[in-house]
């Protein structure tokens, strides 16, 4: 079946930096599209960014552009999140998911997520 495994949460200072990371099994991976999303304590998950399938065109919420940069690596079927100058607010658990074209990801594929906490 359709696994998405991230890893590389973990406490940071402000100002620190983060690498989560995403592996996937039982999918075709570069068949989809990959995205990160997280959700803090009591807020809706959000959209964070998202990459297409042959790594081209990476796409940022405006909260995380400049600090945080999407890759993927199809030949290990991974796709990663490098976070730096983190802040307080980044705080959040964080969530991989793979979609097809023309589809969203509702319909697509989760990991469990990864803690993230950032202290000021």
């Known amino acids: 079946q359709v696994q998405l495994v991230e890893s590389g949460g973990g406490l940071v200072q402000a100002g620190g930096s983060l690498r989560l990371s995403c592996a996937a099994s039982?999918?075709?991976?570069?068949?989809?599209?990959m995205g990160w999303f997280r959700q803090a304590p009591g807020k809706e998950r959000e959209f964070a960014a998202s990459i297409r399938r042959n790594g081209d065109n990476p796409y940022y919420a405006d909260s995380v552009k400049g600090r945080f940069t999407i890759s993927r690596d199809n030949a290990e079927n991974t796709v990663y999140l490098q976070m730096n100058s983190l802040k307080p607010e980044d705080t959040a658990v964080y969530f991989c998911?793979?979609?097809?074209?023309?589809?969203?990801?509702?319909?697509?594929?989760w990991g469990q997520g990864t803690q993230v906490t950032v202290s000021s």
């Open positions: 998911a793979a979609r097809l074209e023309y589809t969203n990801y509702d319909n697509g594929y």
């Open positions: 039982g999918l075709t991976f570069s068949r989809y599209i």
